[in-house]
């Protein structure tokens, strides 16, 4: 995929995640990782196919029957920090500041999912 077309699907990425993942909702939020994680899955890079992973891992934890909010937090933290990663790396060099802001945000929704589900 040209890095034009990373770079407006990324933009399509943070724009959905703006708003909160839990306003995203599953039937939205389950075909944008399917996406992402095929994209990164065939890049043949193997840092983009660690986050690829944690995609599937997300897709998983998804599941509304056994759904748990901490491990879901716990697993955008986790993609977050993969994809500044990822950003600081020579593949992202053409997007990456689209990667740190979609990276931040991942993990900012992360943190604040696991700490609504923790407090008492």
Known sequence: MAAKDIGGALDLTVASLREGVLRLGME????EIS???ERLA????????AVAGTLGELKAQLD???????SVGALLISLGDQVERVADAEIGERVGDK??????????EGAALTDRTTRV
Do not use: I, M
């Not at 939205?28 to 075909?31: Q, V």
């Open 35 to 37: 996406a992402w994680e």
């Open 28 to 31: 939205a939020a389950l075909p």
């Open 99 to 108: 990667l740190s802001q979609l990276g931040a945000l991942l993990g900012e």
């Open 64 to 70: 509304p029957s056994g759904l748990d909010p901490v």
């Open 42 to 49: 065939a890049s043949g890079d193997p840092d983009l196919k």
